[in-house]
Structures are given as C-alpha cells and as structure tokens.
C-alpha cells in the first residue's frame, strides 16, 4: 500500500527474506489460521501463506531453505509463520531456540473438549466412513451390558492434543514465560480485537488492528474481516474454519470434561492464567 511504498522510498530499503521473529505454534484446530489471517492485517506483519513445517518434517533441509519460504520484508516489519503442529513436536523447542533464542512465540489454546470435537470433524469430514466421536473418545463405550464403565482413551489423537501442560511445559523448558503467548480461542472468536489487542503488544506493534477490522457474521456465527491485505470487500474465513460439529451424546461429554479437568488446572498453573473452560 502507499505507507509501505513511502517507508520503502524513503528509507530506501529493499525487502529481503528473513527468518522468522514470531512463530504460531499451535495448538491444532484452536483458531491458529483465524490468528494468522487477523495479524496479516497488521502493515508491520508478513507471513508465509502455508503451514512451512521446518521444526518438524523439514528441518534436514537447513534454514536458508527455511529463509527461502518466507516474505520478503523490511527492516522493522515481523515474519511470521504458522505450523500448530510445532507445539508437539519434542525437538521444536530445541530447533527453535537454535534457530533464534530471542523469536516470540504464540499459542492458541481453547477447551480440548470443542478442540477434540473440531479435530474429529475435520477427520470425518475427509473420512464419511469414521466411527462416532463417543465410540472412538471412549474405550468399551458399547460394553453397556454388565455397566462396565466406559473410559476416555487418552491415547486418540484428537483426546490426547488436549492435554496442553505437557507440550507448555517442554516449551517453558527452554523458553521464558515471558516469551510465550497464549492467547484464548474462544476470546478470539467472542471478542477478535480485545485478543488482538494482547497480541499487538506482546510483538511490540502499534496497536492497528481494532473493531473496526471485524465485524460478526451471524450465519457464519463467527467473527469475519471488512476488509484485510488481499481483499477489499468482507470476507470470512473459509469453509473449513468454524464448520458445524455434530451431535454429542451429553453423557460422552462428561466423561470428556471429568477426564481433562487435572489437566486443565495443571495447565492454568503453569500458564499462570485461568481459561475458564468448564
Ligand atoms: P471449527 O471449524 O471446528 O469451528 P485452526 O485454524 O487452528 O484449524 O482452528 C479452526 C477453528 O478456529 C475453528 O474450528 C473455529 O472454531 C475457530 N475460529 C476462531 N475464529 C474463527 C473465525 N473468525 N472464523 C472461523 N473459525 C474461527
């Protein structure tokens, strides 16, 4: 835009290639593209428009092949990348921290029960053939006979990536807390600025993305953009964000809660924060 152009001419800056200052890294299907796309709307932001996976699958190939897949930016703008599964990958910390000790670092977190639901929808959704969620987040849930209780199987992907304090405490292993922010998927969806507002200050950014950029599209029934970099006209995320999850039997949902809940305070206390989740 012609902020940009004046900067540029101005400083007389050519934009290069740079290693990421900020990374999202995670947590999987709490609203990590919903974040990227908000900040995207930031002029000092440039983000690389796919998930890269360098801390995870590519990391072989070196960071100037890392270096290649980001932005060009200016001196001053972020790079930024996201890749939600970085936040369980074991090394990722390490890598990271190899990589730049000082880069910032963000996490989407929501109530791993919707989190574990959203997971499964987007399966089912690839998958029509899929069991239901209540047959595959518990073990024996069809022994109905003799009542032998029904039990979460915390070993099911879409259950076990719900268990946030152990990544958060890897994380905090080599990183400072100060370092790493967590933001809330569903203040992210209830109240985009105020979250945003959060962000913009933990990147040390002017504060430019506000209410004025959001605007609640009720058939949606999430949070969409006026307008943002590439588009003029409102817009919301696309149809694989904010699907329709199906039914859940209550009693399932219990279980589901029961079984996270020493997880969650466990995780609150290591955050430092309280999400509130049921
Ligand atoms: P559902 O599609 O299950 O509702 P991710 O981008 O990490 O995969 O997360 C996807 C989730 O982001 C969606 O899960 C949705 O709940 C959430 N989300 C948050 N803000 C959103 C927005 N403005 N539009 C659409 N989805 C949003």
Redesign the pocket.
Known sequence: DENYEYRRLKQNQVPVKRLPDALIIG?????????LEFLRLHPDVRAAGSEVHFFDKFYHKGFEWYRDKMPPTLEGQITMEKT?SYWVTRSAPRRVYAMNPSVKLLA?V?DPV?RA??DY??SASKRPSLPRFEDLALVNSSAVWGGAPSVVDASWPPVRLGVYARPLRRWLRRFPRSRLLLIS?ER??AD?AAEMARVQEFLGLKRVITEKHFYFNST?G???LLKSESRSTPH??GK??????PYIDPNTLERLKDFYRPFNERFYQLAGMNFGWP
């Not at 947590?27 to 974040?35: D, I, N, S, Y």
């Not at 694989?240 to 999850?245: A, I, L």
Request: aromatic share 4%.
């Open positions: 947590v999987k299907k709490c609203g990590t593209r919903a974040l939600p989407v929501r919707t639901i959203s929808t987007q998927g992210l969806v985009p949606k999430f949070p969409c919301c995320l694989t964000k904010g699907r329709s999850h």
